[in-house]
């Protein structure tokens, strides 16, 4: 593929004015993954505002390599996710960097959503509704990868305060429509997405909405 010649865009810029080799609108409550390839940024788009995005990444050559939420907090020491922040694997490597981020924050200690939790969390007649550790093992299944390839993910637009007691609290999103991250993958990676059904708590506004998905290229000169 040929770059636009006029492109000169540097980390941090928004890729925008280019155009997106990839775009895609995950329907409300659905899985999604694709490979990233190093250089690559992916734009996560909140559609409708408020609507949480749970991600994990996996070195896209050897998925045993994996985002880990703990490496990466101690690395920044930081609680949340912003620009900035370099997304560390279990290994030690940096699998992506945020060089955008128009919302401010994003968790990295609630982890997913699942049907155990629910029944725990809301009353045992939330059993059977859709959750995101569904969406994540439909998708790894794709891969090869099973439930103990799960680990703990990225929330991106979930708002996830910690208390002065160390507690974490679940509360209104702070996104608006249209907010954005975006991420360059240092490394080949496979990232998968569960767009979260959740409706017990305030994490998607009660209403889970479709997100968007971008894809580009690296400017012609870093590749
Ligand atoms: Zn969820």
Redesign the pocket.
Known sequence: MSAPKASAASPGVSPAEKAAIYDYIIPATAPWSRVIHRGQILRIVDLEGQQ?V?TLFYNAHDYTERYSAQDTLLAQERAYITTGSRLISNEGNVMATVTADSAGYHDTSAG??SCEANTVRFGHHTRYMH??RENFLLELSRYGMTKRDIVSNINFFMNVPIRPDGELAIVDGVSQPGDYVDMRAEMDVLCVI?N???VNNP?NGFRPTPVRVQIWDPPASSK
Do not use: L, W, Y
């Open positions: 949480a749970d997913a959503c959750a995101c569960s979260c059904p959740q994490c």
